[in-house]
């Protein structure tokens, strides 16, 4: 369904649906629950289906924006997009890559979506779905390599940073349907239009382009919520094709959550940063002994290193967790 967007001011009724003005990840809508009149700025939407906000006397709750769609008797292809974000200091440039399988339903060259345009090429992806054993999927992208156009990119990332092979790009999946892609995908059957190019009408209204499903309305908010994964590892490459490794960014190699660790007696601050907002002209060194030089001035990183800065009785900025040792 195309949604209109948001609107400031403005009265709305039980069972009105509207989207954000901005494009959300989530690929959520939202209904109208309480009548009211909307705030003068758009609140902060929920990102969960169910969730609600107030918005001046109004109330919205959040909806799937495909969910009426799919539920239909026949409803439109889904079309599944890829993004390949890298990042410029692992790759070397910011450069996004954007590609489709090719292989959705009457969908035989690039597609455009948001107006951005995905290139079709063979691609392979696994291993998306999520199950209740506790571990996290790790999907598989084969994407194919006769042209060469693989085995390049991993050339220049890895003459950036030695080895990469893209580890660490972001992989964005991207799922809509057929009937929301932008109408540059479809071109009008002349068999559908007179001489003159007028349109043709059924007897009931009906514009006979739209019914053939050649006249979609564009919507780049009616998709399921965006997927975003992360390059573990390249798993294979060959002459025919390169295998990445895609994982959580919560289940990367080397990656702790939450980073910042409880520890009970070490400030994890960096001294004299924001965080640390110490600026004076009184120096320590590591033991906490009065210097006169700057250049000795080292912080220990202890309690007694902020008390000796900043005073005894003073509202310390001890950038860690003294309270955690008592716990037992």
């Known amino acids: 369904m195309a949604v209109a967007a948001w609107a400031a001011s403005t009265a ?4 009105d649906i509207r989207r954000a003005s901005t494009i959300q990840a989530s690929g959520l809508v939202f209904r109208c629950t309480t009548a009211g009149t909307s705030a003068s700025s758009e609140p902060s939407w929920p990102t969960d289906i169910g969730s609600t906000v107030t918005d001046n006397t109004c109330v919205w709750t959040a909806i799937a924006s495909t969910y009426e769609d799919l539920a239909r008797l026949n409803p439109s292809a889904i079309i599944e997009l890829f993004e390949l974000h890298l990042d410029s200091t692992l790759h070397g440039s910011a450069d996004v890559y ?12 690039n597609v455009v979506f948001n107006g951005n345009t995905y290139t079709r090429i063979p691609i392979k992806a696994d291993g ?3 199950s209740n054993t506790g571990t996290l999927p790790r999907p598989t992208l084969t994407i194919s390599n006769l042209d060469g156009t693989m085995t390049t990119l991993l050339l220049l990332v890895n003459a950036t940073t030695a080895g990469n092979d893209l580890g660490g790009a972001e992989v964005r999946r991207i799922r809509t349907l057929r009937k929301y892609l932008d109408a540059a995908n479809f071109v009008t059957p002349l068999s559908l239009t007179t001489q003159g190019g007028d349109q043709l009408i059924t007897q009931s209204g009906d514009n006979l382009l739209a019914l053939a499903g050649f006249s979609p309305t564009a919507d780049p908010n009616a998709k399921f919520p965006d997927e975003r994964w992360y390059v573990d590892r390249k798993a294979n490459e060959s002459r025919d094709s390169v295998t990445f490794e895609l994982a959580s960014k919560f289940d990367l190699a080397g990656q702790k959550l939450p980073k910042r660790q409880v520890v009970a007696n070490v400030c994890q601050w960096k001294y004299r940063s924001d965080e640390c907002s110490y600026t004076g002209t009184d120096y320590y060194d590591v033991r906490d002994r009065e210097v006169t ?16 800065r900043f005073g005894k009785r003073a509202q310390l900025p001890f950038g860690s967790f003294p309270g955690a040792g008592l716990i037992k």
Not at 12 to 15: A, D, P, W, Y
Not at 98 to 109: T, W
């Open 98 to 109: 954007r590609f489709h399988a090719g292989s959705n339903e009457k969908i035989d060259g």
């Open 128 to 130: 998306f779905e999520f």
């Open 293 to 308: 030089a700057e250049a000795d001035d080292v912080c220990g990183k202890r309690i007694s290193s902020c008390k000796a």
């Open 12 to 15: 709305f009724s039980v069972g």
